[in-house]
């Protein structure tokens, strides 16, 4: 394969369905290198659910466009046969990769890592850009680059958000008004525990404003260490609040610093 990509390269892997996270992601990517790849596929491995694969949201078309207008010079979507040939080596998330996302969506970060990798293998980035809004994804990323010496520069990106505060994302679009509506419970328990005055009272807000939705089915609200991904302690220099649940029949995760 020959990708006749240009050095200095910063790398944005997408699985398409951009939207404005995704363009903030390429916007940060071009304001620290002049090429920009932006990776356009939607890998089998990470889907747990093979009704979640088929129904996940695809445009390539307007992908490009948006791809393009928000500054990649080089927008790549390869097939299945290309980034998976016979037997592909699996990477494996470790332990944390049973935890959080993990307990819900099994076998889904060690789909991560494996692509993530194997783009990395193919496109050769410098630089690579991740967004915080899958929190525990950029973290195995990070040790994964580290822990093999991939030599590729991860920066983080802010979550970007609806002017209500839903975190955006591709699946937002399947939520109908009312779905919409319930799933703001999300970013107000987020807002409320942020304000805490302790790490387990941060933790007790989060229950108690995502319990005032009826609508909203709990998998996890947790406050954890950032730097370790551990369960926060009351002495956490770095507490991050991490939410993930159903809202008909829609996934939405979400997190936030603790400033204590
Ligand atoms: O965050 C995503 O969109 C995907 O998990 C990624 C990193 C592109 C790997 O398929």
Redesign the pocket.
């Known amino acids: 394969m020959n990708l006749a990509l240009k050095h200095p390269l910063a790398f944005v892997?997408?699985?398409g369905a951009l939207h404005t996270g995704?363009q903030s992601l390429i916007e940060i990517a071009k304001s620290n290198c002049s090429n920009v790849l932006v990776?356009i596929?939607?890998?089998p491995l990470?889907f747990e659910n093979p009704e979640d694969l088929a129904k996940y949201p695809r445009d390539l078309e307007g992908d490009i466009e948006k791809a393009e207008s928000a500054g990649a010079t080089f927008v790549w979507s390869p097939e299945l046969e290309e980034i998976y040939p016979e037997n592909p080596e699996i990477i494996s998330a470790g332990d944390l990769g049973n935890k959080f996302e993990g307990v819900h969506r099994f076998g889904h970060f060690d789909?991560?890592l494996t692509?993530?990798k194997r783009?990395f293998e193919l496109a050769s980035p410098e630089i690579a850009v991740?967004?915080e809004?899958?929190f525990q994804?950029l973290f195995l990323?990070k040790k994964m680059v580290n822990e093999l010496d991939l030599g590729v520069r991860i920066i983080d990106a802010p979550i970007i958000r609806e002017e209500d505060g839903l975190a955006m994302s591709?699946r937002n679009v399947r939520l109908n008004k009312e779905s919409r509506a319930a799933s703001l419970v999300i970013s107000k328990a987020l807002n409320e525990a942020r304000g805490a005055k302790s790490i387990k009272s941060a933790r007790d807000v989060l229950h108690k404003v995502l319990a005032t939705e009826p609508n909203f089915l709990l998998d996890y609200a947790e406050i954890i260490d950032a730097d370790s991904f551990e369960i926060a302690g009351a002495t956490c220099a770095s507490p991050r609040a991490l939410v993930a649940g159903w809202i008909s029949g829609v996934r939405l995760i979400d997190n936030m610093v603790i400033s204590l």
Request: glycine share 10%; aromatic share 10%; charged share 10%.
């Open positions: 892997p997408t699985m995704h990776s596929f939607v890998n990470q789909g991560v692509v993530v783009l991740f967004g809004k899958d994804q990323i591709s």
